[in-house]
């Protein structure tokens, strides 16, 4: 039990927090029509997460971020795909539910991969803190650790599509989404400019 209670308080730690991956699960929720057109943003976060945990915990991503180039490569293309999504994000402009073009599956997916994967800081709290927890672990308890630290990530997405949902429910004009849109970039914008301001410190 103390494995899993330990995975399981750890992960609500480092999940709650209002992030860009959050952020965009929830808009998701709110944004598409029926609640089961969000399954592909479910899957991909839940995915990656997990991909993130379980690399972080067998040690492989400690050995990929001690390479200075990767680093910096991956703070590059994570400032890029977060500009590009929070522009994306604002322009919408959504008039009427009925009227409203949803986000297809595949920008879901490529969106949802992008603030998981692309994102130094998850990345960071991941290996920084899931990975350095689990090594005190062996064996079946590391098991136990990692499943639940990855079955928190899972529900935690679940239950965000579908608060989401709710609020898109409520607002049937799309005057809502359309400020949850606006509110979602700025997060995104200010993830962003973090990740700038880290690049820039490893280069200069």
């Known amino acids: 039990m103390q494995p899993m209670i330990h995975g399981l308080f750890l992960a609500l730690g480092l999940i709650l927090p209002l992030g860009a991956q959050n952020v965009f699960v929830f808009n998701q929720g709110a944004n598409q029509k029926q609640l089961i057109k969000t399954i592909p943003v479910i899957i991909a976060a839940g995915l990656c997460?997990?991909?993130l945990i379980v690399l972080a915990v067998l040690g492989v991503s400690v050995l990929l971020l001690s390479l200075p180039m990767l680093q910096i490569v991956i703070y590059c293309v994570g400032f890029i795909f977060l500009?590009?999504?929070a522009w994306s994000l604002w322009h919408e402009k959504p008039q009427t539910l009925e009227?409203?073009?949803s986000?297809?599956?595949?920008?879901q997916?490529?969106?949802?991969?992008s603030v998981s994967l692309l994102n130094p800081h998850a990345i960071m709290d991941t290996i920084g803190v899931i990975g350095t927890n689990a090594a005190i672990y062996e064996g079946v308890d590391k098991m136990f650790f990692t499943i639940t630290t990855i079955a928190v990530s899972w529900i935690?997405?679940?239950f965000l599509a579908i608060a989401g949902k709710v609020v898109g429910n409520?607002?049937?004009?799309?005057?809502?989404i359309l400020i949850l849109n606006k509110f979602s970039a700025i997060i995104i914008v200010i993830v962003a400019l973090i990740i700038l301001k880290q690049l820039l410190?490893?280069?200069f």
């Open 103 to 107: 986000m297809s599956a595949r920008k």
């Open 201 to 203: 410190a490893i280069l």
């Open 83 to 85: 500009s590009y999504m």
């Open 156 to 158: 935690w997405f679940i």
């Open 99 to 101: 009227r409203y073009q």
């Open 49 to 51: 997460d997990t991909l």
């Open 170 to 176: 409520i607002d049937k004009r799309g005057k809502y």
């Open 109 to 113: 997916i490529g969106f949802a991969m």
